[in-house]
């Protein structure tokens, strides 16, 4: 969530632009005013076994039973249970820091190396988002998030239970290659809601992903200071069971395989049709796997407005992993307990919803606007509101840092206040972003918001060691 996906399918974004131009004739007219047999009409190898041409069944041509045309309540309902699940997700990425100081007294070692497990849960579920990406795209988003799920909530079990350091240390790592991420859940809102019309649910998404964050050390002040550490990864065990239940049972969405199902009924009526899916003669190939890996790091590197977007993403996000070590030196001034220490955290919580529900009258003028003229809008439109809530990401450190030198003179509400604002932006940050690059880079922006969400949990695991001064 994480942070992040691949969010969209490239190549099937691709196919539905040129779907859009098959006439009733069968043939698609190219810019030049030729013409070339239509996908439906042309037989190749793979749509033929002994030698019977076989038809395939096109998006267009079953489009009701789609995610697409699924009643909003349907959809929503469906959204409901990924933002419990993204929030499961993010919880578990920040609710171990609120043990650290446990676990350097239960396994004696030092706080700095404790603070290991937070570094590595994070670097990993960077790689893990885009690790599961393709098999996410290949075998549906249903099947690839319990999975996900069922790995993620294995691994609490060892480090529950776990003897020695070490073994919180590699179960943590895995814990966080496992974890899907927006690799599923914002792949999921394109399954649904056509690129247009995206927006609400992205930014519903987008909340989820930032609250899980600050939502863990508030329940984390009150686990550390009334249990032992083992029911850090019970109570993470508990909701990620939790939500894997509701999300048994919410339908497939995935585009590729709602016709593959479509065309199997149909085949059982007497018409005679396959999907694409079927008619392929390699379902995944190793060269396929491997360029939806890499393209969303080369995406990172050789695009300079990906880099920069997704580093000031990451960089927002830092802050507030940071928050999760350096609240309790700062407000210990004010003798802040450890759980009132982890109620500090709410203001960030307010300010999260401050930003969500800023965009909404944003979103709503944009819709009308390309109700009028689908081209009146340019994607930097998206970015305008960012304008004005970026600052407050300085204007929010600066206000902390003064602030936090602690009483007699400072009040301990106004180091809150400022990072209120620092959350304001880090949401406003994430969201415009992440609806620029859908919007700017078309059938690539799986591959442009996975470097997004890249560069988001990359920099919080870092972000991890250098919280506090060292040892």
């Known amino acids: ?13 691709a196919d539905r632009d040129a779907e859009k131009q098959d006439d009733t004739d069968g043939e698609i007219r190219s810019p030049g005013g030729t013409t070339r047999p239509s996908r439906r009409k042309k037989e190749g190898a793979d749509g033929a076994v002994d030698g019977q041409a076989r038809d395939e069944l096109k998006e267009w041509e079953c489009y009701d039973k789609l995610g697409y045309s699924y009643p909003w309540w349907k959809k929503w309902s469906i959204l409901s249970v990924i933002f419990a699940v993204q929030t499961s997700m993010n919880f578990n990425a920040s609710f171990y820091a609120s043990s650290i100081t446990l676990y350097a007294k239960h396994f004696s070692i030092s706080e700095q190396a404790a603070r290991i497990g937070q570094m590595g849960f994070l670097v990993a579920y960077a790689f893990g988002c885009e ?16 999975l996900s799920l069922f790995f993620v909530n294995i691994w609490q079990i060892p480090c529950a239970l776990a003897p020695n350091f070490g073994t919180i240390v ?15 859940t914002l792949g999921m809102v394109a399954d649904m809601w056509e690129p247009e019309d995206q927006q609400y649910a992205v930014a519903f998404i987008v909340l989820s992903s930032v609250a899980g964050s600050v939502i863990a050390p508030v329940v984390g002040g009150f686990v550390a200071t009334f249990l032992s550490w083992h029911w850090n990864f019970w109570l993470q065990l508990i909701l990620g069971g939790f939500v894997q239940i509701l999300h048994f049972f919410i339908p497939e969405t995935r585009c590729s395989i709602l016709i593959t199902r479509e065309a199997r009924r149909r085949r059982k009526n007497g018409d005679m049709v396959w999907s694409g899916d079927e008619l392929k003669k390699t379902r995944m190939s ?41 609240y309790t030196p700062v407000y210990k001034q004010w003798h802040f307990t450890t759980i009132t220490t982890g109620l500090s955290f709410l203001p960030l919580l307010v300010g999260y919803f401050i930003a969500y529900f800023s965009f909404v009258p944003w979103i709503h ?13 340019q994607p930097e ?45 880090n949401y406003a940050i994430y969201m415009a972003t992440i609806d620029y690059m859908i919007a700017a ?8 918001t996975g470097g997004n969400g ?12 250098y919280s506090v001064p060292s040892e």
């Not at 003028?365 to 809008?377: C, F, G, N, T």
């Open 1 to 13: 969530m994480s942070h992040h996906e691949d969010p969209f399918s490239n190549q099937d974004q």
């Open 131 to 146: 690790f599961w990406a393709p098999f996410s795209e290949e075998f549906g988003r249903w099947p690839i998030m319990q």
């Open 170 to 184: 590699i179960c943590r790592i895995l814990g966080g290659l496992s974890s899907a991420g927006g690799s599923v």
């Open 286 to 326: 190793f060269r396929w796997v491997f360029m939806v890996w890499i393209r969303p790091f080369v995406m990172f590197m050789r695009e300079p407005i990906v880099l920069c977007l997704s580093l000031l993403s990451g960089f927002s996000d830092s802050l507030i992993f940071t928050f999760l070590q350096s």
């Open 365 to 377: 003028k944009h819709r009308k606007i390309r109700e009028k003229d689908p081209d009146a809008l």
């Open 381 to 425: 439109a998206r970015l305008y509101w960012l304008l004005w809530v970026a600052p407050l990401l300085t204007i929010g450190l600066f206000g902390f840092a003064w602030t936090s030198l602690g009483p007699p003179h400072v009040h301990w509400i106004a180091p809150m206040i400022f990072s209120a604002l620092i959350a304001i932006a």
């Open 441 to 448: 880079y078309g059938p690539y922006s799986a591959s442009a």
């Open 454 to 465: 890249f560069a988001r949990d990359f920099l919080a695991g870092i972000a991890a060691m």
